[in-house]
C-alpha cells in the first residue's frame, strides 16, 4: 500500500532556531505527495506540495519542504520558527483520489 | 479560509440516532472528499464525490452513507450512532475528480459527540 510515515509525535524548537518535521513515504507508485497544518479547533490548511521537478517546494508562511527520492523523504522546513508555527503537521500522499496522511507531528515552539 | 463550509461546526447526540452533515465546496470544485479524524484511526478518507456522482470510497462504514447535489453541495450521513462514531469529520474539495496532483482544501470540520 501508498503511505506515509513521521516518525516523531513531537518536534520541540525554540523560537528562532530552525526547524524539520520529518516525513517518508512507501517506494511503490508516483509520490505526489502533500504538507498540511491543523491549528486547534480548525481545519486542515495546505501548506504545499510535491509533483514533480525541483526537489526544493517553497509554501505558505516561509515552510518549505525537500523530496529527496534516495532517502524516500519529504521532509518539512522552515528556516527560523515562530511562537505561532506551533500546531499539527501532516504529511499526506495522493495515490488517486483521497488522501493517504501520517500520524501527524506535533509542533511546539517554545518563546 | 480555504472557501470550504460545514455546518454545523458541533453536533452532540446520543447512540442509536441519525444526523446529517452539510458540506458546501470551494467556487468552482466539482469533487468533495469526506475525512474522518478520530485519536485512535487518525486521518482516514470515507468518500469522494465527483459532480453528483460517487467516485471512491475507502474506510466508510455501511451506517454512513453520502450524496452530493446538483447544486454541488455534499451531506454525509452517519446511521444508528455508536459512541465509537465520535470524532471530527472533515470535508474538502478539489477541482477535478481524478489526478493526484490536484490540491483538497478542507473545510473546518463538525465535531460529532455520540453520548
Known amino acids: 500500500a501508498q503511505s506515509v510515515a513521521q516518525p516523531e509525535d513531537q518536534v520541540n524548537v525554540a523560537e528562532g532556531n530552525p526547524l524539520t518535521v520529518k516525513c517518508t513515504y512507501s517506494?511503490?507508485?508516483?509520490?505526489?505527495l502533500f504538507w498540511y497544518v491543523q491549528y486547534p479547533n480548525r481545519g486542515l490548511q495546505f501548506l504545499l506540495k510535491y509533483i514533480t521537478g525541483d526537489n526544493l517546494v517553497k509554501g505558505s508562511y516561509g515552510f518549505e519542504a525537500e523530496f529527496n527520492k534516495s532517502q524516500t523523504s519529504f521532509h518539512l522546513k522552515k528556516p527560523s520558527a515562530l511562537v505561532s508555527d506551533s500546531a499539527l503537521y501532516f504529511c499526506a500522499r495522493n495515490a488517486g483520489n483521497m488522501l493517504t496522511f501520517g500520524g501527524g507531528t506535533r509542533l511546539m515552539v517554545k518563546p | 479560509d480555504s472557501g470550504v463550509t460545514q455546518t454545523p461546526k458541533h453536533l452532540i447526540t446520543a447512540t442509536g440516532q441519525r444526523v446529517t452533515l452539510r458540506c458546501s465546496p470551494r467556487?468552482?470544485?466539482?469533487?468533495v472528499y469526506w475525512y474522518q479524524q478520530s485519536l485512535d484511526q487518525g486521518l482516514q478518507f470515507l468518500i469522494q464525490y465527483y459532480n453528483g456522482e460517487e467516485r471512491a470510497k475507502g474506510n466508510i462504514l455501511e451506517r454512513f452513507s453520502a450524496q452530493q447535489f446538483p447544486d454541488l453541495h455534499s451531506e454525509l450521513n452517519l446511521s444508528s450512532l455508536e459512541l465509537g462514531d465520535s470524532a471530527l469529520y472533515f470535508c474538502a474539495s478539489s477541482v477535478v475528480a481524478d489526478p493526484p496532483t490536484d490540491t483538497q482544501y478542507f473545510g473546518p470540520g463538525t465535531r460529532l459527540t455520540v453520548l
Open positions: 517506494v511503490s507508485g508516483n509520490p505526489y
Open positions: 467556487s468552482g470544485d466539482l469533487s
